[in-house]
Each structure stands twice: as C-alpha cells, then as structure tokens.
C-alpha cells in the first residue's frame, strides 16, 4: 500500500528549515527517501532501516518511528539546490519491494 | 554515478504496436526494475528481476512483459501499447539487501497517440 506524504507542497526561503513526512498504514522495515528535479532522474537521498541504521547523504537527516510507521526528513538551513520533488519509499519486510508515495514539491526561494 | 542507460530516450508510437525500452547497467548488479511515473501517482512498479531470467510483476503490470536474458540488460515491452501508457519510464538497480539504495536512469518519456 502506497505511504502518505505530508504536506503535499512546500515554500521557503532560502535558509529556512523544513520537514517532510511519510507514513504507512503497515509495518515498516525500511524508509528511503529520494530527490528528483524537473526533468531529471530521482536520487538517493537516505535509508532509514528497522533498528535505527542509517545511510545516506550527510547533510541531511530524517528519523524513523517504528511504532508510528512515520519517517521524516529534516532539511535545514535550505539551499536552492534544495528545490524538488521528495518521494520516500517503503519496504514492510527484508524480501518486499520498494512502494513510492506521490511525492512532495519543495520549493526554495531566493 | 552509477553506469545505468536507457534506450531510447524519446518516443511516440501509435496504439496497438508493440514497443520495447532497454535498459542496460555495468555495475553487475542484481536487482532491475522498471517504473513509470504519472502526475499524481508517484512512482509506480510494472516489474523486476532478481537475477538472469528470474523476473516478477509489480503492481501496475498489466500490459507490460520483461525479459533478463544478461545480467547487464533487462528490457521492458508494451505487447500492444495503448494511450494509457504513456509516462515516462524509468530504470533502476540496486545492490541485494534492504539497506541497498536504488540508482535510477535517465528515463524514457513515451507516448502513445
């Protein structure tokens, strides 16, 4: 079942701090989160894994409530390179595949 | 980044013929997917592979068949391409394990008139 992102649009000022989030209705084994811009292929952002491994891009954090099934990616001090579209994708056991939400459009202004 | 190509990049077919999209990577990698993106849905799965002839559906599978005769190639075709299917569609390959990202390529924008 696909997860639900949350808000479904963001704007800010350059330097100015966000956060987006995903849950599920299931149990979550893993969170992904990845970043597409226009026009462009989606890249890896950062794994969250069950037990609160994770993996990733360095300045960027997220967190990942088990109990909750709820992932959230903190972006701090946004740059304009920030701009796109944030998608994260679920995985409810080690053998499942990937499950994408409908992705959230971060816009950063100067 | 990682070596992953798609062919072609652009394409506009008409409705009922058959069309195939390649996808080729040198990063020996074992798991290949196949995913098309549409407003409003995200990225949705059609199909994947977990090894050379080893292949299973997605959710969105419906119209579509994968063949993986080669580690590094893995292709996806519309038997008979409708107007439904146009997206742009997109491969990926990761590593084995559930803290293995995906690497995705370019994407193949295709529509069907």
């Known amino acids: 079942q696909q997860p639900v992102q949350s808000p479904q649009a963001v704007i800010l000022r350059e330097g100015e701090d966000a956060v987006i989030n995903c849950s599920s209705s299931?149990?979550?084994?893993?969170v992904h989160w990845y970043r597409q811009k226009h026009g462009e292929a989606p890249v890896f952002l950062m794994i969250?894994?069950?037990?609160?491994e994770q993996k990733g891009h360095e300045k960027i954090s997220a967190s990942f409530n088990e109990k909750k099934q709820q992932s959230s990616l903190y972006l701090t001090a946004s740059q304009l390179s920030y701009s796109g579209t944030y998608f994260c994708?679920?995985?409810?056991?080690?053998?499942?595949?990937?499950?994408f939400g409908k992705g959230i459009t971060l816009s950063v202004r100067p | 980044d990682a070596g992953i190509t798609q062919s072609p990049r652009h394409k506009v077919t008409e409705t009922g013929t058959p069309v195939t999209l390649r996808c080729h990577q040198t990063?020996?990698?074992?798991?290949m997917y196949w995913y098309r993106q549409d407003p409003g849905h995200g990225l949705r799965l059609i199909h994947y592979?977990?090894?050379?002839?080893?292949?299973d559906k997605g959710e969105v599978s419906d119209g579509y068949s994968v063949s993986r005769s080669k580690t590094e190639d893995f292709l996806l075709t519309l038997e008979s391409a409708t107007s439904s299917q146009t997206s742009v569609y997109f491969c990926?390959?990761?590593?084995?394990?559930?803290?293995?990202?995906?690497?995705f390529g370019n994407g193949t924008r295709l529509t069907v008139t």
């Open positions: 990926a390959i990761s590593g084995q394990g559930a803290d293995s990202p995906l690497h």
């Open positions: 299931k149990a979550l084994y893993s």
């Open positions: 969250l894994l069950k037990g609160g």
């Open positions: 994708g679920t995985e409810t056991g080690a053998n499942s595949k990937l499950t």
């Open positions: 990063e020996n990698h074992r798991y």
């Open positions: 592979s977990y090894g050379v002839k080893d292949t």
